[in-house]
């Protein structure tokens, strides 16, 4: 069965600090991937996305993930770290042949000041 | 444009009652999408529509949910009888169908079950 892992279930970080999110994902296909975040109290919104092309995408806020499809993984990463970016953040896949929509357990990220 | 629209945002009920949802996709999206979300785990799929059809309901449990989106557009979940278990936010989401098939999410209802 197609399944998401997430390696951090909760990452506290100063302001400042690098970020990186461990998202490995199981399905040997052709699969879309995403991050998804969800600030308190807001819902669940778009972070960036790969479905093709350049392996290294970038997204909001400064955010990047790289698709390394050798190592089924799609890490998120972000070179410093604010306040704002206090929020839980779940990655997810996409397989294209069955059309079938996989999440992670999400990874709940604070940020100190 | 406007986002995806669930109702209720809250809902307590006691066990073996049953309940619904209601959630009106972005215009011009085919996918939708149901998920349950108990505390401190991802989405869990359960159905997904394109159109009016449907195209995953694997993980949906048959003996007490069911789900129907009339006419490809709005959708509603029900659940009958609900159990202690079923206490959870249950999201909302669209798509396009085709492209990335990123995914906009409604603001869930969060049902209690006492």
């Known amino acids: 069965a197609q399944s998401v892992s997430q390696h951090n279930h909760h990452v506290i970080l100063s302001e400042a600090a690098s970020l990186e999110l461990g998202c490995n994902y199981s399905?040997?296909?052709?699969?879309?991937l995403f991050w998804y975040v969800q600030y308190p109290g807001q819902h669940l919104q778009l972070l960036l996305k790969?479905?093709?092309?350049?392996?290294l995408v970038k997204g909001i806020k400064g955010f990047e993930a790289e698709f390394i499809k050798s190592k089924f993984s799609f890490n998120l990463r972000k070179p410093s770290v604010q306040w704002s970016d206090t929020a839980e953040y779940f990655c997810?896949?996409?397989?294209?042949?069955?059309?079938?929509?996989?999440f992670g357990d999400g990874t709940t990220l604070t940020v100190k000041p | 444009e406007a986002g995806v629209a669930q109702s209720p945002r809250y809902k307590i009920i006691e066990k073996r009652q049953s309940v619904a949802f209601w959630c009106n996709p972005i215009?011009?999206?085919?996918?939708l999408y149901w998920y349950q979300q108990i505390l401190g785990q991802g989405p869990k799929l359960l159905i997904q529509?394109?159109?009016?059809?449907?195209?995953?309901d694997s993980q949906l449990p048959k003996d007490r949910f069911s789900a129907e989106r009339l006419k490809g557009v709005d959708s509603t979940l029900k659940i009958q009888p609900a159990k202690l278990e079923d206490s959870a936010v249950y999201l909302c989401?669209?798509?396009?169908?085709?492209?990335?098939?990123?995914?906009?999410f409604g603001p869930g209802t969060r049902l209690t079950v006492t």
């Open positions: 989401a669209s798509s396009f169908f085709g492209g990335s098939y990123e995914q906009y």
């Open positions: 399905y040997g296909g052709t699969v879309n």
């Open positions: 790969y479905f093709s092309g350049d392996p």
């Open positions: 997810a896949a996409y397989n294209t042949n069955a059309g079938k929509s996989t």
């Open positions: 215009s011009g999206h085919a996918t």
């Open positions: 529509f394109q159109n009016n059809g449907v195209v995953d």
